[in-house]
């Protein structure tokens, strides 16, 4: 796959307000660095000033640091024939999420939707959908969905469960008291959460992104729950 040889409008407009310099002048850097650009890694996080950047000029085109794929190109149904054709998934459908960073605050993003031509399994970043059935990738994704457009980081799900545990062995008791006990922490994880995000350096004002980006309790539950089950 070769870069496109005129960057979209959007980049365009992104690349002058965020870095201040002329249509005219994007066009000849690109045309000068357009080979190495494209073949340069992706880091999934991103500077402060990226940040900022994204921030003040990206979210209000629909541009954003993070883009969530499924991890396999090809369809991986065992009764599907496409991956002996060569077949390749096609791209389907983009949809705005909302990520809950460890040590970033929520982030606006992206999800990738692939689509199976020859057996239409829909590919999603956790799991492929068949008809009804939802089948969960192996392994641990870096980012967990907990409803249907937000995502919580793996390192920030596995310090949560780090506190459920704590709270588990220390009061070895009845299961009711042990079940209020983790909906009582999961509340304060989801609290915790929004007063870190309200005092840090890196608050993120999400205003142009579509969807909410504060905690729920259901979220952290969920993220403790689906962590348990993946790596189980
Ligand atoms: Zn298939």
């Not at 002329?22 to 357009?34: A, G, H, N, Q, R």
């Not at 209020?180 to 993120?204: K, P």
């Amino acid at each position: 796959m070769h870069p496109p040889d005129v960057l979209s409008q959007s980049i365009t407009h992104f690349l002058t307000a965020s870095l201040n310099i002329l249509p005219d002048t994007v066009d000849i850097l690109w045309s000068i660095t357009e080979d190495i650009v494209w073949t340069m890694p992706s880091s999934a996080k991103a500077n402060a000033s990226d940040e900022a950047a994204f921030r003040t000029h990206g979210h209000k085109l629909g541009l954003t640091k993070c883009t969530l794929y499924p991890p396999t190109k090809v369809c991986i149904n065992p009764d599907c024939t496409a991956w002996q054709c060569g077949l390749l998934l096609k791209k389907e459908e983009y949809q705005r999420v909302v990520l809950f960073t460890h040590g970033e605050g929520a982030h606006p993003g992206w999800m990738v939707h692939l689509r199976c031509q020859a057996c239409n399994t829909n590919y999603q970043s956790n799991y492929s959908v068949k008809g009804q059935l939802r089948t969960y990738y192996a392994g641990l994704p870096q980012f967990i969905q907990v409803s249907d457009h937000q995502f919580v980081e793996l390192e920030l799900a596995m310090q949560w469960t780090d506190l459920m545990q704590i709270a588990y062995v220390t009061l070895f008791t009845s299961n009711i008291i042990v079940y209020t006990l983790y909906s009582v922490l999961a509340t304060n994880c989801a609290h915790m959460y929004g007063i870190a995000q309200a005092r840090g350096s890196c608050t993120n004002n999400n205003s142009d992104w579509q969807f909410e980006s504060s905690l729920t309790t259901e979220q952290v539950w969920d993220s403790f729950t689906l962590l348990a089950l993946l790596d189980y």
